[in-house]
Structures are given as C-alpha cells and as structure tokens.
C-alpha cells in the first residue's frame, strides 16, 4: 500500500488518496517484464508493463519496439448482460462547443484508437445501475508512451478489440480467427482487448562498452491504461 499523491486540491483544503500495488516479473528470452496491478481508493484499476534487462549481446543500441497485450475479461454485475461501446469525444467547428457520444459496438471486432477523440471502451451492463439509478460503467482509456505501434502482423492494426467470452481464445495473434465471422456482443459476455507498446531508443543511459564489453542495463519502461469507473459511487466519498 502506498500513497498516490492529490486526490484533489482547493487552496488550503487537500485530499490525498491511496492505492494497493501488486506485481510480479516475468523473465521472457533477455528481458524481464515486471506486470504491475493497481488498485485505488477511487475505483480506478490500472494495468502496466515495464520491459528493463539486458539487450541482446553485440545489439545492445539497436531501437527496438516492446508491445504487451492485455486480455480482460470484464464481469459487470455478473458474466452476462454486458455491452461495449466507443466513447468518442468530438470538437464542434466552427464554434467552441463539443459532443461526446458512446456507440456502441454491436458484432465483435478491432478499433484504431484516436488521441484527439479521447477514445475508450465503456463497459456497462444492462441492469447495472448506481444509488441515483444511473448506469454504471467502466471505461478502457489507454496511457500510452509516446504511440502504440502497428507491425506486419494483422492482429496489430488494431489497438482495441471486442470479442465474445471463448475460455480457449488467449492468443492475441489468432484475433482474427476469433472474430471470423464476427458474432454479436451486445447484453452478453464480453471480452477487451488492449495492446501497448514501449519504444526503446538505446541511450548512453542504458550502458557502455568497456574493454570491448556491454556493461550496463535497459533502464525500464512503461506503458499501460486505465479502468476507470463512471457513476459507480451513489456520491462521492472523497469530499
């Protein structure tokens, strides 16, 4: 358990918050991926992988491109009854208004997703709802690192993806396989995915060459999202 810093701030009056971290370290060919859950006070639920170790022997400088993949399996209020859509907040010009809108996605599929319209996957479940008898939801919000990268692999054209609960669908590259034909994911049993990428552009930072050998590590970095709820609390618990 650790402090999280300003939950909120108004002049003299503060309020910090508190979070619950668990993680672990994977060892995967010349890296470790440390897999990081968090848990705070306010309902959020963040993911992150940090990839850090060594860089492959005689490729020690060599730019190269980290991307976990999240597969979650989200119960609202139970496995059934849960739909997906696209939150998409939209500037209106000319003029200084905007819209935000959640459409949602009917048939399994993959979302390309836009910095500029704020996108995420809201979560809801059809009979879910909060003290105030608002719906409750949560939303997928991606907490990239500079980009999310697209490689010659079909399944990493897509940083969002919706399919149907299947227990034997785990691999994110057989993701169009699962949605082929795509099958309706409205009131049902929902599964998100979420990709991130790390670049690692080598620095002076990481190490040096010292009578003609790699000393040093690939400091660590991150990337991952949020699970953020919406009209979960009847009213807040912070003020």
């Given amino acids: 358990m650790r402090d999280r810093g300003l939950s909120w701030k108004s002049d003299s009056a503060v309020y910090r918050g508190q979070e619950v971290v668990l993680w672990s370290a994977l060892a995967a060919a010349n890296y470790n991926y440390v897999m990081e859950w968090t848990f705070r006070d306010d309902g959020i639920i963040l993911g ?3 990839a850090t170790s060594h860089n492959l022997p005689g490729r020690e400088m060599e730019t190269h491109v980290h991307n976990p993949i999240w597969r979650l399996d989200v119960d609202l209020n139970g496995f059934p009854n849960d739909s997906v859509s696209l939150g998409t907040h939209t500037e209106n010009f000319p003029g200084n208004t905007a819209t935000d809108t959640e459409v949602l996605i009917p048939r399994e599929g993959g979302r390309v997703w836009n910095p500029r319209s704020f996108n995420s996957l809201d979560v809801s479940d059809k009979f879910l709802v909060n003290g105030r008898i608002d719906k409750t939801s949560y939303q997928l919000i991606p907490l990239p690192t500079g980009g999310l ?3 010659q692999e ?3 054209k897509n940083d969002f993806w919706v399919t149907l609960y299947n227990g034997a669908e785990m691999s994110a590259k057989d993701l169009f ?6 099958q309706p994911v409205a009131d049902t049993d ?6 991130g990428s790390v670049h690692h552009h080598p620095r002076d930072e990481d190490g040096e060459i010292i009578n003609g050998s790699w000393h040093g590590v690939a400091l660590i970095m ?3 999202f949020m699970f953020k709820p919406h009209n ?6 912070f003020y």
């Fill in 154 to 156: 079909p399944f990493t």
């Fill in 232 to 237: 979960l609390f009847d009213r807040t618990p």
């Fill in 190 to 195: 929902v599964v998100l995915w979420y990709r």
């Fill in 222 to 224: 991150w990337t991952g």
């Fill in 149 to 151: 990268a697209q490689h």
């Fill in 177 to 182: 396989s699962y949605i082929t034909p795509p």
């Fill in 48 to 50: 992150r992988v940090g």
